[in-house]
């Protein structure tokens, strides 16, 4: 089993930061574990990928609409992933997960359904 715990999560203003962290634990984590994700989803709207990262080498995936503005990383001793947020935007608004993944890659990452694991989620309100 995997848990995933999310934190980071509040009202900013717009052109604003935030960083948000995914804390991974669980016995079959590091062996489960080939790509970590970050998914968004505002009221009404579907997950949309946000960013992902192979868990072992650092490659990064992310998503068109934050392309240069949100970096994602990963602390491989804390077993935490982190979305660095710059350049915030009111349509930035959305509830964030994390998600962990046995697969990495372009044909796999951006899609929800490649995850089986996810945390609760953090809320990022940007203001106008």
């Known amino acids: 089993q995997v848990q995933l715990v999310e934190s980071g999560g509040e009202l900013v203003q717009a052109g604003g930061s935030l960083r948000l962290s995914c804390a991974a634990s669980g016995r079959t984590f590091s062996s489960y574990t080939m790509g970590m994700g970050w998914f968004r989803q505002a009221p009404g709207k579907e997950r949309e990928f946000v960013a992902a990262i192979r868990w072992s080498a650092g490659s990064t995936l992310y998503g068109d609409s934050v392309k240069g503005r949100f970096t994602i990383s990963r602390d491989n001793a804390r077993n935490t992933v982190y979305l660095q947020m710059n350049g915030l935007k009111p349509e930035d608004t959305a509830k964030y997960y994390c998600?962990?993944?046995?697969?990495?890659?372009?044909?796999?990452?951006?899609?929800?359904?490649?995850?089986?694991?996810w945390g609760q989620g953090t809320q990022v309100t940007v203001s106008s």
């Open positions: 998600a962990a993944s046995r697969y990495f890659g372009d044909n796999f990452s951006r899609a929800p359904s490649k995850y089986h694991y």
